[in-house]
């Protein structure tokens, strides 16, 4: 297994983190909250590690689990020190008053952030249809993926698999696009039609 690194520590890096450790994975956990780390990571026991926030991430997948207001700031704090690393994106820009997305005509969320990134580091769209406490359950969920550097998505379907989810790759990284869409009809339809946030999209291959 590997070390995984996550930029965050609230409720979607908790829920990933808890399922990347139960997976046999180490994970270190990094937040500008030195404190909030470590209490993600002592939380999460099963050795997880604390790292310094802008420094070089152990991991060679890192998640960048903070919300999308914080993801460009986030990116540039840690410059040349994600160069040659996998970055997951999770984030889902929605407006506050979830009325759509708060993204430039044309382009994602995940679009935005890889433009701060190091040239060597490949931006990976994931985990943005699956909200956290379903994660957190358990059991095999599908995960959506979108991504332009072929390695960079055979690396995160395999990370995904070791995870005990079934990753779909829905083509390259402007697909971002169409995955935060879906994050945000995720929310409408939980606050909504299905009346409740237990829910997860299936892929059904008949």
Do not use: C
Request: aromatic share 4%; net charge negative; hydrophobic share 50%.
């Amino acid at each position: 297994m590997s070390t995984i690194s996550i930029i965050g520590s609230g409720s979607m890096a908790a829920a990933i983190g808890g399922r990347v450790a139960k997976a046999g994975h180490t994970v270190e956990v990094v937040s500008r909250d030195p404190a909030k780390a470590r209490a993600l990571a002592d939380h999460l026991a099963a050795g997880a590690t604390t790292g310094t926030y802008g420094a070089v991430p152990a991991g060679n997948i890192v998640i960048l689990a903070v919300p999308y207001s914080s993801a460009a700031a986030a990116v540039a704090d840690y410059g040349n020190a994600l160069d040659g690393k996998v970055i997951i994106d999770i984030t889902n820009p929605v407006a506050p008053d979830l009325s759509g997305l708060v993204t430039p005509h044309g382009s994602s969320g995940a679009q935005e952030t890889a433009k701060g990134v190091p040239a060597g580091a490949h931006v990976v769209k994931a985990f943005n249809t699956i909200f956290g406490h379903v994660l957190a359950k358990g059991g095999r969920l599908d995960a959506f993926i979108a991504a332009d550097d072929p390695e960079a998505k055979a690396r995160v379907s395999t990370f995904l698999e070791s995870l005990g989810l079934r990753p779909f790759d829905v083509g390259g990284l402007q697909m971002a696009q169409t995955l935060e869409a879906l994050g945000l009809m995720m929310i409408g339809l939980a606050r909504n039609g299905a009346g409740t946030w237990d829910l997860a999209l299936n892929i059904d291959l008949g």
